[in-house]
T-cell receptor, first 109, second 114 residues
Framework: DAKTTQPNSMESNEEEPVHLPCNHSTISGTDYIHWYRQLPSQGPEYVIHGLTSNVNNRMASLAIAEDRKSSTLILHRATLRDAAVYYC??????????FGKGTRLHILP | NAGVTQTPKFQVLKTGQSMTLQCAQDMNHNSMYWYRQDPGMGLRLIYY???????DKGEVPNGYNVSRLNKREFSLRLESAAPSQTSVYFC?????????????FGSGTRLTVV
């Protein structure tokens, strides 16, 4: 499985945008980029995914570099409820996905 | 609400006891998965079932067995629990094995083996 690299932790102020980076330099052409988040004491929650083009949904935006070797999850206006661990995952032709350690996002009031 | 239901939510076992963790989804998903999460760690895949009637090992299958009872249900069995199996267990499902579908997770079973 291709691997991803994320910062261990990040901080952001409430009501400001947050940009969570992910490096995946060994990504293959058929890998989808998925993002999940895990709120305290809860199961992971799907956030967004994409292949080549930038993607938007009600939760976040996903910006994918032109060479696909990196991506950025964008939370447009962080709230305290967005404090969580965010996982960047590559999903390939195998059925399963493997989680890394993710980025712990702290939101400062 | 539609989703993935796990039972029980909490369980304490003595070393050597057996138990089955239950998981059911009502989204007509084909693929189902079992993960464990130890304190401060990411999730590790135990077993998965790409479709009804099939199961495959994940990263950490030793000490566990699974049964895909039907399309809705995927159970995880600990035959002889060990303290190293103390963890939070998450079940997940996905519409199918295709790369462009996300997973839906349950809320977890917190298991303590003493």
């Amino acid at each position: 499985d291709a691997k991803t690299t994320q910062p261990n932790s990040m901080e952001s102020n409430e009501e400001e945008p947050v940009h969570l980076p992910c490096n995946h330099s060994t990504i293959s052409g058929t890998d989808y980029i998925h993002w999940y988040r895990q709120l305290p004491s809860q199961g992971p929650e799907y956030v967004i995914h994409g292949l080549t083009s930038n993607v938007n949904n009600r939760m976040a935006s996903l910006a994918i570099a032109e060479d696909r070797k990196s991506s950025t999850l964008i939370l447009h206006r962080a709230t305290l409820r967005d404090a969580a661990v965010y996982y960047c995952i590559l999903r390939n032709r195998d059925d399963k996905i493997i989680f890394g350690k993710g980025t712990r996002l702290h939101i400062l009031p | 609400n539609a989703g993935v239901t796990q039972t029980p939510k909490f369980q304490v076992l003595k070393t050597g006891q057996s138990m089955t963790l239950q998981c059911a989804q009502d989204m007509n998903h084909n693929s189902m998965y079992w993960y464990r999460q130890d304190p401060g760690m990411g999730l590790r895949l135990i077993y998965y079932s790409a479709s009804e009637g099939t199961t495959d090992k994940g990263e950490v299958p030793n000490g566990y067995n699974v049964s895909r009872l039907n399309k809705r249900e995927f159970s995880l069995r600990l035959e002889s629990a060990a303290p190293s199996q103390t963890s939070v267990y998450f079940c997940a499902s996905s519409k199918n094995r295709e790369r462009n579908y996300g997973y839906t997770f349950g809320s977890g079973t917190r298991l303590t083996v003493v």
